[in-house]
């Protein structure tokens, strides 16, 4: 069996995957930036997995056989990784994201992506995430070796992620079970969307960990079931109690606070072809669990034990301004509370500073 390091694989697909990995004999070894309990083949290494440092002494020390790496990095930092992990280790996976591609009918791994396609000249400027993550796909392209490979996950539900749009579990959730309704545009329910279970995606990246027909290979790691954000609404509502109210696009950009997710993601089809995974692994789509059923499973063992993690005052408070509704804010803190009324007004004072200098303009004529 092989040591595999997990960076990151305390999150929706980590902790599936360590699971799969340990039953399988495998010696997992996994990051984790507070202590946890060991188990049977899963050891947790405490430390920063963002820390170059830690990172490298900790590749020098157990030299494994595979790393599968979780981390969010812009691009100067992982060009400054790259090299550290292909030369530590047989097998370097690097999770990209199905959002490095630009719209198209059906996703494939030689779809356009963002990068190379988009004519928006202000946002190629930055290195949002779509983006810094097709940047780093190409710096493993350009390091001239082939010990890696590049898995791109659809929108994954598990534990404790679920998401509706933009919203995360620690907005949706909340709002949800204490019935107030969450925002979301017209154009945005239309679009389709696939949301893919987090262990389905955990399992296909367990049957390409060390396998030679993924080396210097890029896949897409998603069913191929496939619905409208509407129709997930729907679902939310049936099995959540989740009210959805119709915004402007605008307004919700304005609610979440990033145009490039809503803009250049959540407003695209994004229909997956997994074909390419399914044959380089063996599994078939009908082995995937359904949207229904294993979003049922997750949100029944959710609402059995609601852990929300950390509650975004702030989406809260601008989608409630949005909504004109009010948020209860018993329970929170005080620092929490200020940030609640601070972000609600903000977009009403917005409007008044606009208005006063229109004014001020119109009596300078």
Not at 5 to 32: D, K, P
Not at 131 to 147: D, F, V
């Amino acid at each position: 069996m092989s040591k595999i390091l997990l960076l990151g694989g305390t999150g929706a697909m980590g902790v599936y995957l360590r699971e799969i990995l340990a039953e399988e004999g495998h010696s997992v070894l996994v990051t984790s930036r507070t202590p946890r309990e060991d188990g049977p083949h899963i050891q947790f290494k405490v430390g920063n997995a963002k820390d170059v440092d830690f990172i490298r002494n900790l590749l020098e020390e157990e030299r494994p056989d595979a790393v599968v790496d979780f981390m969010v990095y812009g691009t100067d930092e992982f060009s400054v990784r790259r090299d550290v992990f292909l030369s530590h280790t047989r097998h370097y996976v690097f999770l990209s994201s199905y959002r490095v591609f630009n719209d198209d009918k059906i996703i494939t791994e030689r779809s356009p992506r963002l990068l190379d396609s988009s004519d928006d000249a202000e946002y190629l400027k930055t290195d949002e995430y779509a983006l810094c993550k097709a940047r780093s796909e190409n710096l493993l392209l350009e390091s001239g070796l082939k010990n890696w490979t590049i898995i791109r996950p659809g929108i994954t539900y598990s534990k404790m992620r679920f998401q509706l749009g933009c919203l995360e579990a620690n907005t949706l959730c909340l709002r949800s079970l204490k019935g107030v309704p969450v925002a979301m545009p017209k154009e945005m329910q239309g679009k389709q969307t696939t949301l893919t279970w987090g262990r389905d995606v955990a399992l296909m990246i367990s049957r390409l960990i060390l396998n030679q027909k993924a080396y210097g290979e890029d896949f897409n790691c998603a069913s191929a079931e496939h619905c409208s954000w509407g129709e997930v609404c729907d679902l939310y509502k049936e099995l959540l109690g989740t009210e959805v109210k119709d915004c402007s696009v605008e307004d919700y950009v304005k609610i979440i606070g990033n145009r490039a997710q809503v803009c250049y993601d959540r407003l695209f089809n994004r229909v997956l072809d997994n074909s390419k995974v399914l044959a380089a692994t063996g599994i078939e789509q009908a082995e995937l669990m359904t949207l229904k059923e294993g979003l049922s499973r997750e949100l029944r063992r959710f609402v059995e034990n609601p852990v929300y993690q950390y509650p975004n005052v702030a989406i809260n408070a601008r989608m409630d301004h949005v909504l004109g509704l009010r948020y209860d804010l018993k329970g929170l803190s005080s620092a929490d509370k200020v940030q609640y009324l601070y972000e609600r007004n903000r977009i009403v004072r917005f409007a008044i500073r606009a208005a006063r200098f229109l004014k001020r303009k119109a009596c300078c004529r």
